[in-house]
């Protein structure tokens, strides 16, 4: 029986789903796991990047920093944060994946209000409207189509990464690729398939629904008819 047998057997058992530490239990983990590695990278990134682009200054900041932790394998951090105070678990886990889920989430905010018309900046301030009132009623509902890129990016970035979260005992659906692994390929090729399988359609499921939800969120004149489109996060 070749693996794919397996793991089409192995998911057709309702015991697979249903017994503790099964698919059911690991899905609730994952998401657990990406929702607040997301959340920690959106609360460290978007004032910084929204701050960034309202007074037009460190664009090179932004380039260093979305380089900088580009450059940190994700792997090497969860090999490290383990032995700090935070030991094994999830609070490594997460912390690591927030690193991995800045940049894009830090350089669309930057883009998106480096992007606001000028004409509307100008307005604005005519208006009377002070530097944060600025921010908070003009340049940051204009950026919402970009902030909405970036979380997209950056959560499914870390849905498909934090199948990792196995190698430090972190839960979540890499638990039923390793455990695949500890039986061995004879035995356990079907459920390291089937673990493969789980965590790209989680992937792919999370991909489409923030695609209609990007759309949503961005102007009718800036849509493109029958196709989502990611922009460019340049600083």
Same mark, same amino acid.
Not at 227 to 234: D, G, L, S
């Given at each position: 029986m070749n693996a794919i047998n397996q793991a089409i057997l192995w998911l057709n058992d309702p015991l697979n789903w249903s017994n503790p530490g099964g698919i059911l239990d690991r899905?609730?983990?994952?998401?657990?796991?990406?929702? =607040?590695?997301?959340?920690? *990278?959106?609360?460290?990134?978007?004032?910084? *990047?929204?701050?960034? *682009?309202?007074?037009?200054?460190? *664009?090179?900041?932004?380039?260093?920093?979305?380089?900088?932790?580009?450059?940190?394998?994700? +792997?090497?951090?969860?090999?490290?944060?383990?032995? @700090? %105070? &935070?030991?094994?678990?999830?609070?490594?886990?997460?912390?690591?994946?927030?690193?991995? =889920?800045?940049?894009? &989430?830090?350089?669309?905010?930057?883009?998106?209000?480096? #992007?606001?018309? %000028?004409? =509307?900046?100008?307005? =604005?301030?005519?208006?009377?409207?002070?530097?944060? #009132?600025?921010? @908070?009623?003009?340049?940051?509902p204009l950026a919402v189509p970009y902030l909405a890129t970036g979380f997209r990016t950056a959560s499914v970035q870390v849905v498909a990464t934090a199948a990792l979260a196995s190698f430090v005992n972190g839960g979540g659906l890499g638990q039923i690729i390793s455990a695949g692994f500890g039986l061995g390929m004879s035995v356990g090729g079907g459920q390291i398939l089937a673990g493969a399988l789980l965590v790209g359609l989680l992937a792919l499921g999370i991909e489409g629904?923030?695609?209609? +939800?990007?759309?949503?969120?961005?102007?009718?004149?800036?849509?493109?008819?029958?196709r989502f489109r990611r922009r460019p996060a340049t600083a």
């Amino acid at each position: 029986m070749n693996a794919i047998n397996q793991a089409i057997l192995w998911l057709n058992d309702p015991l697979n789903w249903s017994n503790p530490g099964g698919i059911l239990d690991r899905l609730g983990e994952h998401l657990w796991i990406s929702f =607040a590695a997301v959340l920690i *990278g959106c609360l460290v990134a978007w004032p910084v *990047g929204l701050w960034l *682009g309202h007074t037009g200054r460190g *664009g090179g900041v932004v380039v260093l920093i979305s380089n900088v932790t580009l450059a940190i394998p994700t +792997v090497a951090l969860l090999t490290i944060l383990p032995l @700090t %105070p &935070l030991g094994f678990g999830q609070r490594p886990v997460i912390l690591a994946l927030a690193v991995f =889920a800045v940049p894009p &989430l830090l350089a669309n905010a930057y883009t998106g209000v480096r #992007q606001v018309d %000028p004409e =509307a900046r100008d307005a =604005a301030r005519g208006m009377g409207l002070s530097g944060r #009132q600025l921010l @908070t009623r003009v340049e940051l509902p204009l950026a919402v189509p970009y902030l909405a890129t970036g979380f997209r990016t950056a959560s499914v970035q870390v849905v498909a990464t934090a199948a990792l979260a196995s190698f430090v005992n972190g839960g979540g659906l890499g638990q039923i690729i390793s455990a695949g692994f500890g039986l061995g390929m004879s035995v356990g090729g079907g459920q390291i398939l089937a673990g493969a399988l789980l965590v790209g359609l989680l992937a792919l499921g999370i991909e489409g629904l923030l695609a209609l +939800v990007e759309r949503a969120l961005t102007p009718r004149p800036l849509r493109r008819p029958g196709r989502f489109r990611r922009r460019p996060a340049t600083a």
